[in-house]
């Protein structure tokens, strides 16, 4: 089994400096795998393409290994790849890999809760789970995978949920799609996502806000992002999808100035729906043309619009996809 091991960076790749963890630049082989971590018999070719915490990822730098990774995908040489990342950003580059990709050459994420020099280090264990699931031969067309803590979580679903314990990664409300059982891979759910961009080159257009309402909160910050030039923007609003009647008007003044504006809830788990008609409610926010987008995670949605707008789909276009949510 041939695997490419593509690093950007993150605690898996960080030693303890003066004041905190940084990224070892002097590190004369950079992105090697760490002792134990390839099981035998698996040959691994390794590629750095950034060295970065991934707080210091940016859409276009994800846009970036994205193109990279279909590159690879494309060149036949690989059974599998992994993708090594810092854990605060890897959901937003792992979802952009699996709505883009379209390939059939299986990659997944991992990364690391601890760096190698902590007591317990789980870096080495996540990266061997995910060679062995990204060579999985029924892990074939199962999307983008991220492999933590033993756990195969979808891309789509999966979220950091704990900012410090190995466990952090999961897909509340879904669960995982299986599990690594030391030189096995158990496969117990399918994905079932809904999203895919139209095949083509990924480019994305990213004037797209992110907006997050609280009590009282959220006009302002809308107008902001209209004033700013923003084409779309998603905002978070309060369980199936409503928010205060301020924040109504200001989304109607912006779907008027020709913005898509997609609404996803702030909980944790479930689709917003328009069951409330009051003014703010979720069918009041669909009848001043905003998009109702299901069960989505705001920073993924607003990656996906990135990539819809800069692939140059008009609202019909994106009002399409999002309906499947
Ligand atoms: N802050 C680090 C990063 O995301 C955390 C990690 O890698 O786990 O790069």
Known sequence: MRVAIVSTGGTIDMVPGPSGFRIDESDPAPGRPPEG?????????????FALPSPHMTPSRMAELCRFLGGLAASGRFDGIVVTHGTDTLEESAFLADVSLGCSCPVVFTAAMRSSSELGVDGPRNLRGAILTATCPEFRNFGVAVVLNDEIHAAGRVTKTYTSNVSSFASPGYGPLGFVD????????????????????????????????????????????????????????????????????????????GMLVAVVSRCYVGRVLGVYGYPGGGSDLASRGAMLAGDMHGHKLRLFLMAALGAGLDREAVSALLERL
């Open 182 to 257: 030391e030189d096995r891979v158990f496969l117990v759910n399918r994905p079932c996502w809904r999203l895919e961009l139209p095949p083509g080159e990924l480019s994305l257009d990213e004037r797209v806000g992110l907006v997050r309402t609280a009590a009282g909160l959220g006009a302002r910050e809308l107008r902001f992002c209209r004033e700013s030039g923003d084409r779309a923007v998603v905002l978070e609003a309060f369980g199936r999808g409503n928010v205060p009647p301020d924040v109504a008007d200001e989304v109607g003044e912006s779907v008027r100035h």
């Open 37 to 49: 971590a390839v099981p035998s018999g698996y040959e691994t070719e390794q590629f750095r393409l």
